[in-house]
């Protein structure tokens, strides 16, 4: 993730690393550096965007700490505010891609894990 910076606009924007123009699947890693698949997981977050800068900003400061109590487990993370996404691509380590979403709940109630139906 990055650094929050305040350039007056009603939200927040991150530093470091932001690449706004390029889709999301260029730059989530797939791969690990020995070539092994990695897993992810989406959340969404309702009308996060539309909050006011303060909660935007301390919304994303808990995700960040959750992020990084996984340290080397974590591999990329994006937070897209148009979309009221997180994404997060983590090492395929059995239960990750449950326990690491149940962790940014308790951090962030509102925060929903996307997942398919299984039928």
Same mark, same amino acid.
């Given at each position: 993730?990055?650094?929050?910076?305040?350039?007056?606009?009603?939200?927040?924007?991150?530093?470091?690393?932001?690449?706004?123009?390029?889709?999301?699947?260029? !730059?989530?890693?797939?791969?690990?550096?020995?070539? /092994? *698949?990695?897993?992810?997981?989406?959340?969404?977050? &309702?009308?996060?965007? $539309?909050?006011?800068?303060?909660?935007?900003?301390?919304?994303?400061?808990?995700?960040?700490?959750?992020l990084a109590d996984y340290g080397d487990a974590v591999v990329f993370?994006?937070?897209?505010? !148009?979309?009221?996404?997180?994404?997060?691509?983590? /090492? *395929?380590?059995?239960?990750?891609?449950?326990?690491? &979403?149940?962790?940014? $709940?308790?951090?962030?109630?509102?925060?929903?894990?996307?997942?398919?139906?299984?039928?």
């Amino acid at each position: 993730m990055g650094v929050l910076r305040d350039n007056g606009r009603t939200a927040p924007r991150l530093g470091h690393g932001m690449h706004p123009a390029e889709p999301l699947w260029k !730059r989530a890693p797939s791969r690990d550096e020995q070539g /092994r *698949p990695l897993s992810d997981f989406m959340m969404i977050i &309702p009308k996060l965007s $539309k909050r006011p800068t303060q909660y935007i900003r301390d919304t994303l400061r808990e995700i960040e700490a959750v992020l990084a109590d996984y340290g080397d487990a974590v591999v990329f993370a994006d937070v897209n505010l !148009r979309l009221n996404t997180l994404w997060v691509t983590v /090492r *395929p380590i059995p239960g990750i891609c449950l326990e690491l &979403p149940a962790t940014v $709940k308790l951090r962030v109630p509102e925060a929903l894990l996307v997942a398919h139906k299984h039928e």
